[in-house]
């Protein structure tokens, strides 16, 4: 019974840990700016070499990272309530094992973007988990889910540090 509680609450922590996000605000050694990001691991993924897939936003920035080789920038995804996914063409990484969107190049881009931040995040407010596909090179296409418990707060955390 005892071994029973432990493997239950390890399980648990580890659901846990998966669906929060996390706010990280390092400072750039060059420059001396601020670049914060929020991230998380995905709950769930199919991948074939078990990677942990992750996703993270930053002021520049919408990214996935952990994933099986790639063959292109392409990914679908959708949350809880969109009724059809949408189709992203990203930037894959060196190595092919993540992808970027990125929607702003400029200071001035990434301060309009994050003054209206909660229409272009939406979706990702109001429901509970994103569903994303990538078009792996090895197999069929990669598949995970993350969680969007404790998103809405670190993106208004985030939204304060990009605008400074």
């Known amino acids: 019974m005892k071994k029973l509680l432990i493997a239950t609450a390890m399980i648990v922590c580890a659901t846990t840990a998966n ?9 750039d050694m060059v420059t001396l700016k601020s670049d914060p990001y929020i991230s998380t691991f995905a709950s769930y ?3 074939k ?7 993270g936003v930053n002021c520049n920035s919408i990214y996935f990272g952990g994933l099986d080789t790639l063959s292109s920038g392409v990914y ?16 894959e990484w060196q190595g ?4 970027t969107l990125k929607f702003a190049y400029s200071d001035s881009d990434r301060k309009k973007f994050w ?9 990702m407010i109001r429901d509970d ?17 993350f969680k969007l418990t404790g998103f809405t707060q670190k993106l208004k955390e985030l ?3 990009c605008l400074k």
């Open 159 to 161: 939204k304060n540090l």
């Open 115 to 123: 003054k209206k931040a909660e229409g272009h995040f939406q979706n």
């Open 19 to 27: 669906a929060q996000w996390n706010l990280t605000n390092q400072k």
């Open 49 to 55: 070499y078990g990677t942990k897939p992750f996703m």
């Open 45 to 47: 993924s199919d991948s």
């Open 76 to 91: 679908w995804f959708r949350t809880d309530s969109m009724s059809e996914a949408k189709t992203v063409y990203g930037q």
């Open 129 to 145: 988990k994103l569903f994303a596909k990538f078009d792996s090179y090895s197999r069929s296409n990669q598949s995970a889910v």
């Open 96 to 99: 092919y094992g993540g992808v």
